[in-house]
Nanobody, 119 residues
Framework: HVQLVESGGASVRPGGSLRLSCARS????????MAWFRQAPGKDREGVAT??????RYADSVKGRFTISEDSALNSMYLQMNSLKPEDTAMYYC???????????????WGQGTQVTVS
């Protein structure tokens, strides 16, 4: 059974930085994709970034500001967020094990989320 636990969310000023972490327990398939999503109040959930065997993609809204990374030895994924804007305020979720579809894909496993507030 796979579990994902996010951490690192906080309240920050515009222009600030945060680093989110996603700790994974349980085994995924040998080739897998992991992702960060976010959902702001009253808005649809949106894909922020994905990572799969070094292939990385970002939403246009975060390109140049956010960096996704993974440490497979620690079963962890990260999202470094710089130059934060008020519009980045959302609950951030990590997801694992893509089930296909179009980017950012659909996922089998989800974390509970960590709140990021920029104001």
């Amino acid at each position: 059974h796979v579990q994902l636990v996010e951490s690192g969310g906080a309240s920050v000023r515009p222009g600030g930085s945060l680093r989110l972490s996603c700790a994974r327990s349980g085994r995924l398939t040998s080739y897998y994709t992991m992702a960060w999503f976010r959902q702001a109040p009253g808005k649809d959930r949106e894909g922020v970034a994905t990572i799969a065997s070094g292939d990385i993609r970002y939403a246009d809204s975060v390109k140049g500001r956010f960096t996704i990374s993974e440490d497979s030895a620690l079963n962890s994924m990260y999202l470094q967020m710089n130059s934060l804007k008020p519009e980045d305020t959302a609950m951030y979720y990590c997801a694992a094990q893509s089930m296909g579809g179009t980017w950012p894909y659909t996922y089998k496993y989800w974390g509970q989320g960590t709140q990021v507030t920029v104001s």
